[in-house]
Each structure stands twice: as C-alpha cells, then as structure tokens.
C-alpha cells in the first residue's frame, strides 16, 4: 500500500497468470474525448492511475480512486499481432511499459515488447 497526498493508493501488477489482483480491468468509455478509456479494476474500486498525473519517465502506475483526470484515462493504439500500446490520455507520447516488479511510463518505442499489451476476456481464455 501507498499513499498519493493522504489518500490510499495501491500498486498494481499487470501480469498474464489471471492470479494477481488487479490484472483484470472494466475498460469504461470517456465520454469526453472520443478513444480514451478509464480503466476500472475489478478487484477494487480503483482506476489504473500514472501516480501524481506525472510525466517523468519511470513514474509508476498505480490503482487509485476515480478522479476523472486524465491521468487515468488512457488510449489503445493498435501495433500487431494482436498487441496495443497503453498510451495515458495526460501524456500521450508515453507508454504504460512492463519494467521490474510495477508498471511505468517510458517513451513509446513501437519495437519495445514490454510496451505491448493485449485484450483479452477476462476469463484468461
């Protein structure tokens, strides 16, 4: 558990074992902009969240309570075989990128694999 000013927020893990909490997200439409989704854990009431609505590259992803800011709303934009990149709505240049043992931001590289995401029903099937 973390903190973000005095509020509660949780790291999170985005995985393919379907056995972590917080892998399985509601993708909500904003009704807003058009393309930009929140993505709404089904583990917890929380948003997938870049931590402080930040830029720098390596800031963390995190779960945190729906704000409606755009740093936790986000688009997919299609690379191949089935991958998309995570792009945060706040920072579009940036990618949600699979680094250690938490997701970040870092610039996105369409080569970089740890940069591709893929949809799948949450069953894991």
Known sequence: ???VGL?????TAMVDD???AGEVFQLIPD????????????????NL???????ADGTPVILFAPQGMT???????????????????????????????QPAIFPCVATQA?????????TCD
């Open 18 to 20: 379907c056995s972590t």
């Open 7 to 11: 509020a509660p927020a949780l790291l």
């Open 114 to 122: 740890n940069q591709g995401w893929e949809l799948i029903p949450p």
């Open 49 to 55: 969240d870049i931590e402080m609505a930040a830029v």
């Open 71 to 101: 740093n936790q709303k986000f688009q997919f934009k299609w690379r191949a075989d089935h991958l998309f990149e995570l792009r945060p709505a706040h920072v579009p240049t940036s990618c949600v990128s699979d680094v250690q043992l």
């Open 31 to 46: 009704g807003a902009v058009f393309g930009d989704f929140q993505l709404r854990s089904t583990d917890v009431p929380d």
């Open 1 to 3: 558990m973390t903190t």
